[in-house]
């Protein structure tokens, strides 16, 4: 399988490098469909007769969050005879980084890791030599996997969370924030300390910053990722040893935060979303669900994400304007709906506004202008105040999503591990 050069990725695993970044996309273009979630590419692959159609029903899978499936069929795409007698080794490649990419979704550090391996050296082999001088996929070449390979199995719960359970939720800085605590270590050290959490649907992983970190003599180990959002800013992203974290009732063990310098808040991420099941995340509280209700979830979500589990992200499907749109489901910001990557040279200085706002790269001042569109979603229309802005888009040339800042009058409902989620109008009290 030949391999061909495609746009940068946003985020990939690993240390800063002066190389440049970019997305080495396969011929059948499973890489970009399995990035953008494009499911519907992803199932015509998959009716092919070429050995690709492994990769590609594993990844139309993960597209769909059923991350149990898409393990089914990368562990057959990697014991198939025909695909380990290609020469090319493309379609391995392809499976393996599914395969390795699921684990860290799933928990599996360690696993990961050793499967990172095995990927970075069918890389080395045939992939690397199709790239220009000076180009890199550094989600494969920067990380230091052999520091994960012993790492324990992240975020379980000790116990089976009960449907019904209300967790109170302030929401005065515009984003869900709950009351928890972050005890015991992996490090033997005995800690009891309260923290607030953002209840971030935009974030894969759940973090803490580097001060925090230090301050409870929690152990940081680097090389685990970067954020290369702005090429010349790369944040180096790290893995704090783990810990336990207590939200109410609800115990999680041997939780591994990521770690930066440049976020001084601490987040509750997709990693421990994800064992909860289906939820409702409103104004004042989040609760567990036994099922998202019948009906209200009209379509499911698509996820998007990078072959090797990095960018894991909800996306809502919406028609803004006469385009259909996956729109970034992100609870860790307060917008109602932005649009990031448009050029704003053609907009009057005096309609543009700046405001400072927390980036990956610390507090810094954003621009964008205001507008209000026409959105259908599950089944609705209806105009939205939106924030069009010239930050970095994520995934998509034009980037949209939604934020905290429809809770007055929607409820978020989620169930990351069934990969089904939806806005709806909110529940009386």
């Avoid at 940068?8 to 990035?35: K, Q």
């Avoid at 790492?151 to 929401?171: H, K, N, Y």
């Avoid at 064992?275 to 979830?297: D, F, N, S």
Wanted: net charge neutral; with cysteine.
């Amino acid at each position: 399988m030949r391999f061909l050069m495609s746009a940068a990725i946003l985020l990939s695993v690993a240390s800063p490098t002066s190389a440049r970044n970019v997305v080495a996309e396969d011929s059948h273009g499973i890489t970009v469909a399995v990035m953008q979630g494009n499911g519907a590419a992803l199932e015509r692959i998959g009716r092919s007769a070429g050995t690709e159609r492994f990769a590609a029903r594993a990844g139309y899978h993960r597209t769909r969050g059923e991350i149990a499936q898409s393990n089914r069929w990368a562990d057959t795409c990697i014991a198939d005879s025909a695909v380990m007698a290609e020469k090319s080794q493309g379609v391995m490649y392809l499976c393996r980084s599914l395969r390795a990419g699921n684990r860290l979704l799933e928990g599996d550090i360690q696993g990961w890791a050793a499967d990172m391996q095995t990927v970075h050296a069918l890389y080395q082999q045939y992939v690397a030599p199709s790239l220009r001088a000076g180009e890199e996929v550094r989600a494969i070449t920067a990380p230091n996997f052999n520091a994960f390979t012993r790492w324990p199995r992240s975020a379980t719960l000790a116990a089976p969370a009960p449907p019904g359970f209300r967790l109170p939720l302030s929401s005065k800085a515009g984003v869900p924030v709950v009351r928890g605590k972050i005890q015991g270590g992996a490090d033997g050290k005995q800690r009891n300390i309260d923290s607030d959490f953002i209840i971030d649907t935009g974030a894969t992983r759940s973090h803490i910053s580097r001060k925090a970190a230090q301050a409870m003599g929690l152990a940081v180990t680097d090389g685990f990722a970067i954020d290369n959002t702005l090429p010349d800013q790369p944040v180096a992203v790290g893995l704090a040893a783990p810990v336990d974290v207590q939200l109410g009732d609800l115990h999680f063990r041997n939780v591994s935060f990521t770690v930066t310098d440049q976020i001084q808040f601490n987040i509750i991420g997709l990693d421990l979303l994800y064992q909860l099941g289906p939820l409702l995340l409103k104004r004042g509280e989040l609760q567990l669900l036994e099922a998202l209700p019948a009906g209200t979830c009209k379509q499911p979500l698509a996820v998007t994400s990078a072959l090797w589990g990095g960018q894991y992200s909800l996306r809502l499907p919406m028609r803004i304007g006469k385009r259909d749109e996956l729109v970034l489901l992100d609870t860790g910001t307060d917008v109602m709906l932005e649009a990031s990557g448009v050029n704003l040279a053609t907009y009057p200085q005096t309609s543009l506004v700046e405001r400072r706002r927390w980036t990956m790269h610390g507090m810094q001042a954003v621009r964008y202008a205001e507008a209000t569109a026409p959105v259908t979603f599950n089944g609705r229309t209806v105009t939205l105040q939106t924030q069009v802005s010239d930050q970095p888009a994520n995934v998509f040339p034009i980037s949209w999503k939604v934020g905290f800042g429809l809770s007055n009058d929607y409820d978020y409902y989620v169930d990351v591990a069934a990969g089904r989620g939806c806005l709806a109008p909110r529940t009386a009290e």
